[in-house]
């Protein structure tokens, strides 16, 4: 028994030529399933999206563990740049403290000068007069 086939005609746009196709009547029907064969193939296909999922799972689970890992290290260093930063500051502050000292220690010994240099210029000035 032969396959019994129509024939359609299609007209292609940009030239206008014409071709034949040949379509069968109609297809093999599909076997039928029984429902125990379905049920068979859903639980197959649920387990192994169980075990995909699963898996993903494990490599999320690592993936925040290592996260978790970073975030502690970082919280080290950044809690050790905020106690070298506090150092520092204090370290300013104290040299700052101590340049201000130099500066009034310098002012009085260069007042003092000044005042010497001014008796000294006065004593010079007297004695010039009187012994000249």
Same mark, same amino acid.
């Given at each position: 028994?032969?396959?019994?086939?129509?024939?359609?005609?299609?007209?292609?746009?940009? *030239?206008?030529?014409? @071709?034949? @196709?040949?379509?069968?009547?109609?297809?093999?029907?599909?076997?039928?399933?029984?429902?125990?064969?379905?049920?068979?193939?859903?639980?197959?296909? *649920?387990?192994?999206?169980?075990?995909?999922?699963? =898996?993903?799972?494990?490599?999320?689970?690592?993936?925040?563990?290592?996260?978790?890992?970073?975030?502690?290290?970082?919280?080290?260093?950044?809690?050790?740049? *905020? =106690?070298?930063?506090? =150092?520092?500051?204090?370290?300013?502050?104290?040299?700052?403290?101590?340049? @201000?000292?130099?500066?009034?220690?310098?002012?009085?010994?260069?007042?003092?000068?000044?005042?010497?240099?001014?008796?000294?210029?006065?004593?010079?000035?007297?004695?010039?007069? @009187?012994?000249?």
């Amino acid at each position: 028994m032969g396959a019994e086939f129509r024939i359609l005609q299609s007209i292609g746009a940009s *030239e206008g030529v014409s @071709h034949l @196709h040949a379509v069968p009547l109609y297809t093999k029907p599909m076997t039928e399933i029984t429902r125990d064969e379905l049920n068979a193939r859903l639980e197959a296909l *649920e387990s192994r999206m169980d075990s995909r999922v699963s =898996s993903i799972g494990g490599k999320i689970d690592a993936f925040l563990a290592a996260q978790v890992e970073r975030d502690k290290a970082s919280e080290y260093r950044f809690g050790r740049i *905020e =106690s070298d930063l506090s =150092s520092i500051k204090a370290d300013i502050k104290s040299t700052s403290t101590d340049v @201000h000292e130099v500066r009034r220690t310098l002012a009085r010994y260069m007042g003092g000068i000044t005042v010497a240099a001014a008796i000294s210029g006065i004593v010079i000035g007297a004695v010039i007069k @009187h012994v000249f």
